[in-house]
């Protein structure tokens, strides 16, 4: 009961998300002004789809016995 928290999922899901994309354009923003693209991010996929090469840091690769 009570009233919403002003954090809940619905909101800081998705507020989440954009910050961390920011954190990727930022670290990828060398290759994209060199190829003159910007990101171009398909959310429901959770891919970057004009630039491969910066999917390597939207999820982690677990050592080997460590798994989600």
Same mark, same amino acid.
């Given at each position: 009961?009570?009233?919403?928290?002003?954090?809940?999922?619905?909101?800081?899901?998705?507020?989440?998300?954009?910050?961390? +994309?920011?954190?990727?354009?930022?670290?990828?923003?060398?290759?994209?002004?060199?190829?003159?693209?910007?990101?171009?991010?398909?959310?429901?996929?959770?891919?970057?789809?004009? +630039?491969?090469?910066?999917?390597?840091? +939207?999820?982690?690769?677990?050592?080997?016995?460590?798994?989600?």
């Amino acid at each position: 009961g009570g009233p919403r928290p002003v954090s809940n999922f619905d909101y800081a899901g998705p507020l989440t998300e954009m910050i961390l +994309l920011g954190n990727i354009a930022v670290r990828m923003s060398l290759k994209t002004q060199e190829k003159g693209l910007r990101l171009a991010y398909d959310g429901p996929n959770m891919k970057v789809t004009d +630039l491969p090469e910066a999917n390597e840091f +939207l999820h982690r690769q677990y050592r080997n016995g460590w798994s989600l």
